[in-house]
């Protein structure tokens, strides 16, 4: 059993949604990974666990529609606004039921009413509501979601970037983010089982961003976003959560994925 601090699970958009297909969730692949999280649990491989959900075909369709990610400059964009939130809800919705139904704890916490931004970045946050969740045993579930912006209106924050904002507050032991593709590939598409901060930049120009429909940055954010807290979370793994198992490989600490390590 983990001694101390925090696990962090992110499922990601391109996992638990058809991402080409607006507002399609892939239900099966939602039961696989709650039964996954409900052993993690059982197996006591986890103590404390905060679980984050990309969006995936939920709500990054209505937050490229209504141009979101640089904020509001004009009243059109306030339905887009509104249904970006909703749907980003609505994805969170569904894998909470799961989650219930696999009697895993599931909290679910509404960024966007946890917090705000200004610039885009995450200048609030309310941790008390995380710790509480925590200190109770109850599984917080965020999501990548739109904030108000004290500056810009609006912002677009990913999933990724609210993690790294709880890491840096909350000790946490592991991240693992479970997402579409092995890891972090390299030119020949080969996977790089270890990116440090003294290697990435060799490799940087090789990871790209995501499906044009995507707002939130793709393989490169999520690298960046960790790199960043490469300090103080010791284990942080990707690794490609489609196949069966991998979630529950990376947190018995097994060799998989991309380790991003200092
Ligand atoms: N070097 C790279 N290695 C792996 N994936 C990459 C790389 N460069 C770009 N990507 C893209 O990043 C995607 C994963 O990011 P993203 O689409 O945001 O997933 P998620 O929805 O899980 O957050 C991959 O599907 C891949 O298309
Ligand atoms: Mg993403």
Not at 98 to 120: C, D, F, H, Q, V
Request: net charge neutral; aromatic share 4%; charged share 20%.
């Amino acid at each position: 059993m983990e001694d101390s601090g925090l696990t962090m699970i992110k499922l990601g958009g391109s996992v638990i949604t058809y991402k080409d297909k607006p507002y399609t969730a892939n239900h099966s692949i939602i039961r696989q990974l709650s039964e996954e999280i409900s052993t993690a649990l059982k197996e006591g491989l986890v103590r404390e666990l905060l679980v984050g959900n990309g969006g995936g075909s939920f709500p990054h369709y209505p937050a490229k529609r209504g141009k979101l990610a640089g904020g509001i400059q004009a009243a059109w964009q306030l339905e887009h606004l509104v249904e970006t939130h909703r749907a980003a809800s609505e994805l969170n919705h569904i894998l909470i039921t799961e989650m219930l139904k696999k009697r895993i704890p599931a909290l679910s916490i509404k960024p966007s009413s946890a917090g705000y931004t200004r610039n885009g970045v995450l200048e609030s946050f309310n941790l008390h509501l995380i710790r509480k969740a925590l200190e109770l045993g109850l599984v917080p579930v965020v999501y990548g979601d739109v904030f108000l912006d004290s500056a810009q209106g609006c912002s677009i924050v990913s999933t990724e970037s609210i993690l790294s904002y709880i890491a840096k507050h909350i000790k946490t032991e592991k991240i693992v983010i479970g997402t579409d593709v092995d890891g972090v590939l390299d030119e020949q598409g080969k996977l790089l089982d270890r990116i440090t901060p003294s290697t990435f930049p060799s490799i940087k120009h090789h990871i790209g961003g995501s499906i044009p429909t995507d707002v939130t940055g793709g393989m490169l954010h999520k690298v960046e976003m960790m790199l960043r807290i490469v300090d103080i979370v010791p284990t942080i793994y990707i690794v490609n959560a489609r196949d069966p198992g991998n979630i529950l490989r990376a947190l018995r600490g097994e060799e998989i994925g991309t380790r991003i390590t200092r």
